[in-house]
């Protein structure tokens, strides 16, 4: 009896791919060819263009007197220039006067609010910083057995510290990184 192989069956789907292709052949249109010009013939013109309807005539503004800029050190960086639109309504302070001093203190945008906890713990890291040696630092370690805290929580502390500009980590030869109040 003979084995049953697909190999020997005829393939609809193989004649139809052909056939498509020699339609696509068919169908598609030669190039359409390219007249020849006399070498007589004048050179093409180029086409006219309408001329520009005219506008209203503008008047340029004249430009505002600068101000100097001085920073708080006492350098000049250059000169500000007050320009003033219809489509901006709030005022900007002079450099001269203060920004009016909001009561209000500065809200986090994002996350939930740090519990007073965590800060206090972060208070109290800040101070064993302030208090350690200034050329040798304190290690995270030691930290965490002073406070009776764990060391993962010490170098969350740590880290906000860091973030707030309060603490740093530096590398000390022959002793390893420590950490150090800024």
């Known amino acids: 009896m003979p084995l049953f192989s697909a190999r020997k069956r005829p393939n609809p789907f193989?004649?139809?791919?052909?056939?498509?292709?020699?339609?696509?052949?068919?169908?598609?249109?030669?190039?359409a060819p390219?007249?020849?010009?006399?070498?007589?013939?004048?050179?093409?013109?180029?086409?006219?263009?309408?001329?520009?309807?005219?506008e209203a005539a503008v008047v340029p503004e004249p430009e505002p007197e600068a101000e100097p800029i001085t920073s708080a050190n006492g350098s000049s960086g250059?000169?500000?220039?007050?320009?003033?639109?219809?489509?901006?309504?709030?005022?900007?302070?002079?450099?001269?006067?203060?920004?009016?001093?909001?009561?209000?203190?500065?809200?986090r945008k994002r996350g939930r609010p740090r519990p007073q906890e965590t800060i206090d713990r972060d208070n109290a890291v800040h101070a064993l910083l302030v208090s350690?040696?200034?050329?040798?630092?304190?290690?995270?370690?030691a930290i965490a057995v002073d406070l009776g805290e764990k060391e993962q929580q010490v170098y969350s502390s740590l880290r906000q510290l860091t973030k707030e500009g309060r603490a740093e980590s530096r590398?000390?030869?022959d002793i390893g990184y420590r950490w150090f109040a800024v």
């Open 14 to 31: 193989a004649d139809r791919r052909r056939q498509r292709a020699q339609q696509a052949a068919e169908t598609v249109p030669a190039p």
């Open 34 to 54: 390219v007249p020849e010009e006399p070498a007589d013939a004048p050179a093409p013109q180029e086409p006219v263009q309408p001329e520009p309807e005219p």
């Open 78 to 107: 250059g000169s500000v220039i007050a320009m003033s639109s219809p489509h901006v309504s709030a005022e900007l302070p002079t450099p001269g006067e203060p920004e009016p001093a909001d009561d209000v203190p500065p809200t």
């Open 132 to 141: 350690a040696d200034s050329q040798l630092g304190i290690p995270k370690e």
């Open 171 to 173: 590398y000390v030869k």
